[in-house]
């Protein structure tokens, strides 16, 4: 089974940016949808946004449109979560995920079978 190991997370200050890399252990990874998923204690992990596997699909959550970019860059077996004009409130584990049904763009938490392993990404006021 495909491994994902994201990277890329910190502290940053509001308004900073960051770029969250999700590298795969494998080929698979580009035939399969990409997700990313964030998750604050105590809370449910919820949408970030998605990309198809050609990335002609692409879906945001609300809370993240107009500042976060999703992106792939399948000869690298790579995906990329860009987050501009960050704010306090994007503080979470930010975790990506694959969804080998590859005709679909999922949201949710269940449409996803491999998860990584989260990076943190802290946003101070």
């Known amino acids: 089974q495909v491994q994902l190991v994201e990277s890329g997370g910190g502290a940053v200050q509001s308004g900073d940016s960051l770029r969250l890399s999700c590298a795969a252990s494998?080929?698979?990874?580009?035939?399969?949808?990409m997700g990313w998923f964030r998750q604050v204690p105590g809370k449910e992990r919820v949408f970030v946004g998605a990309?198809?596997?050609?990335?002609?699909?692409?879906r945001e959550a609300d809370s993240v449109k107009g500042r976060f970019t999703i992106s792939r860059a399948n000869t690298k077996n790579t995906g990329y979560l860009q987050m501009n004009s960050l704010k306090p409130e994007d503080t979470a584990v930010y975790y990506c995920?694959?969804?080998?049904?590859?005709?679909?763009?999922?949201?949710?938490?269940?449409?996803?079978?491999?998860w990584g392993q989260g990076t943190q990404v802290t946003v101070s006021s």
């Open positions: 990309i198809s596997w050609n990335g002609e699909i692409t």
């Open positions: 494998d080929r698979s990874f580009r035939q399969s949808t």
């Open positions: 995920a694959t969804d080998s049904r590859a005709f679909r763009v999922g949201t949710t938490t269940s449409d996803y079978t491999v």
